[in-house]
């Protein structure tokens, strides 16, 4: 699909064809080294040194690794862009010539792989073209843009450690905030809905206590094995008899860890679990009601202790403002046609792109840039085969690199254009 529009006359995107082979390049490079979340160095500098290079004020280390750029250009609006930039402990399947081979040591102190299953090497390489492009048509238009390049998303650290260091202090408050994620979906394609786009979402360490014994012996246990798997089924009774049908939410058992061998019944047993809401009210609902739960379980068990329950880590819901949104989805539609533009339901993935905008109390807009083959995806639709295809955190996940490349920076440029003009 060539994504070049007659609108591409814009100044701003005038040199973007020019630009593409060397992006391609930076893109396969962030690619095939990728960085665990708050520890993206190398990253990091291949992005101040960009915005160095493009004219940009450049201050590192915000946030441990996040990367700050200002270009002030006289008297108009701020418009943020913010980019993600870490990995994830995944082995890489997709065969690409520029797969990562990259292995990193976690914070567990355990050797895993390390790859960019999720997009961000490619969220990196849009700002990266946006940003330049924008400094080198700077006669164009009036303000300030601030690029972030921020760690940590996967772990749901890095908006928050930005923020902690003095991010809303240290810089001028923009007056909207602008983001976008590569998904599932046809490359040349953007999607986006007003309101709540991403869900809150909630990891939780459950770890539950009973009194071991020998195998052949469980009349002198409490068995935490036990304990587990009926705690485990009375959660999945959260959504389907505590939540209304209009109501959504998804509770997930991702790990269930107890013992060590066949014939001994263990002490304690660990379950860790995420929770994806889009309302206040039923996430609040849906938390209590898995304390409850839990400690009713431990305690029809007769567990000699309470049960701990531990955060490991929360995203806040992502809400798209009504106002800004609009402004975004008509400039869209004006630049690459209607056709191209589709609204899309909040989706059950989770971001901390939205600390930014709710804790600066400004409006931000997020968005979705197709990255699949678009003959690959028809084909799959037509089949009803759509869950078959590689999806964000598989190991073959993996965006077809055009017009994906060329669309993220294009949105990019449009939706900050519709702020910053003469």
Known sequence: MNTNNANSSDPVLRNLDGLLSDLTEFYKDVHAHPELSMQETRTAKLAADRLRAAGYEVTT???KTGVVGLLRNGDGPTVMLRADMDALPIQETTGLPYASKVTATDREGQTVPVSHMCGHDMHVAWLAGATRLLAD????????????????EETAEGAKAMIEDGLFKRFPKPDVILGQHVMVGPSGTVAGRAGAITSAADSL??????????GSMPQASIDPVIMAASTVMRLQTIVSRELAAAEAAVVTIGVLQAGTKENVIPDEAIIKLNVRTFDAGVRTR????IERIVNAEAAASGAPRPPEITTLDSYPLNVNNRDASKRVVDA????????????????PASEDFGSFGSGWHVPSVFWFVGGTDPETYTKAKEANRLNELPVNHSPKFAPVLHPTLQMGVETLVVATRTWLTV
């Open 61 to 63: 280390g915000v946030g």
């Open 137 to 152: 048509a700077r006669t164009s238009w009036q303000g300030t843009l601030m690029a972030v390049f921020q760690p940590g």
């Open 205 to 214: 360490q459950i770890r539950l206590f009973g009194r071991g014994a020998h």
């Open 286 to 289: 849906v938390l209590a009601a």
């Open 332 to 347: 869209f539609r004006g630049y690459f046609g209607a056709d191209r533009v589709r609204e899309t339901g909040p989706a």
